[in-house]
């Protein structure tokens, strides 16, 4: 099942197993039929916190779903350095970590850690594991966009100076304790949170 973040409500997509623990408004999907109408309805409607959406293929319902919006691909790292800190980003008054859209010609993987290196201004990072992919929306430019972002955990074991990339509206990097997380998680994304709490 994906959870596609609208802000920091969610709708959920899956096969029809998978709606049976879901408390809420579960919509039937059935092969061909639009979905544009109940995802505008449900990004204007504040009011309704999570639908679910199933299909009997959930392969089609996924790419159903892509074409209602312009897609496009990100990837980013959940950084650990030899103290066990956190490498965390400060941008548009938001916590965040370092991620960004992947080029064209890049692996997900390549795309991951050139954006860290080039948000963060560190080198000879090292993927540990891949993490959940993320997914959310937002409008720019009139387009109603879906931003699937791919995540890896990684470490990071050298003593360079921490550089914001400022071009990229990035006000700080730094190092954080994982004991005392509170105040990032109190001024991050909803689909940020996925990926912190992610073991």
Known sequence: ???????????????????????????????DEPLEGLILQFD??????????????????FE????CFSYIE?????????????????RLEKWDLPKGKVEKGESVREAAVREVEEECGITDLEIKKELNSTFHTYWMKGKFMLKRTYWFEMSYAGFETLVPQTEEDIQEVKWLSIKNLAEFKANTYASILEVINES
């Open 74 to 90: 990100a990837a980013g790292g959940k950084v650990y350095n030899s103290k066990n800190q956190l490498l965390a980003i400060y």
């Open 44 to 61: 204007e409607d504040e009011s309704k916190e999570a639908i679910c959406i199933v299909a009997d293929d959930f392969g089609q319902l």
């Open 64 to 67: 159903h779903f892509k074409s």
């Open 1 to 31: 099942m994906y959870k596609v973040f609208f802000k920091d409500r969610i709708i959920f997509l899956g096969d029809k197993s998978e709606s049976l623990n879901f408390e809420g408004m579960v919509y039937a999907w059935i092969e």
